[in-house]
């Protein structure tokens, strides 16, 4: 069994910075991608960075220069930093890992979190 916990979400005005944590906790052999998803009503859920386990990153153009993956592989997490905030960004944000239990391999996915952007 697998658990992921996401923590971080909130309000925040133009212009802010928000920081989102996502644990990964349970029978986990190894992590191969950890990433964050957006889902804002009316569409559908996106990419907005994913960092896999060599490093490399990815991000959606809308992000660049304004939002940072990055992991603590001893503690099994991925974090988002996101400055500049913007009203678009406001969405509920899922983190996804891509993960080995030494059994099974697929993605799993973390409860969410609402990150609201508004003046």
């Known amino acids: 069994q697998v658990h992921l916990v996401e923590s971080g979400g909130g309000s925040v005005q133009p212009g802010g910075s928000l920081r989102l944590s996502c644990a990964a906790s349970?029978?986990?052999?190894?992590?191969?991608?950890m990433g964050w998803y957006r889902h804002s009503p009316g569409k559908q859920r996106d990419l907005v960075a994913e960092?896999?386990?060599?490093?490399?990153?990815t991000y959606a153009d809308s992000v660049k220069g304004r939002f940072t993956i990055s992991t603590d592989n001893a503690k099994n997490a991925v974090y988002l930093q996101m400055n500049s905030l913007k009203p678009e960004d406001t969405a509920v944000y899922y983190c996804?890992?891509?993960?080995?239990?030494?059994?099974?391999?697929?993605?799993?996915w973390g409860q969410g979190t609402q990150v609201t952007v508004s003046s």
């Open positions: 996804k890992v891509h993960l080995s239990t030494g059994w099974t391999t697929g993605n799993y």
């Open positions: 349970g029978r986990i052999f190894s992590i191969n991608v």
């Open positions: 960092i896999s386990s060599g490093g490399s990153t």
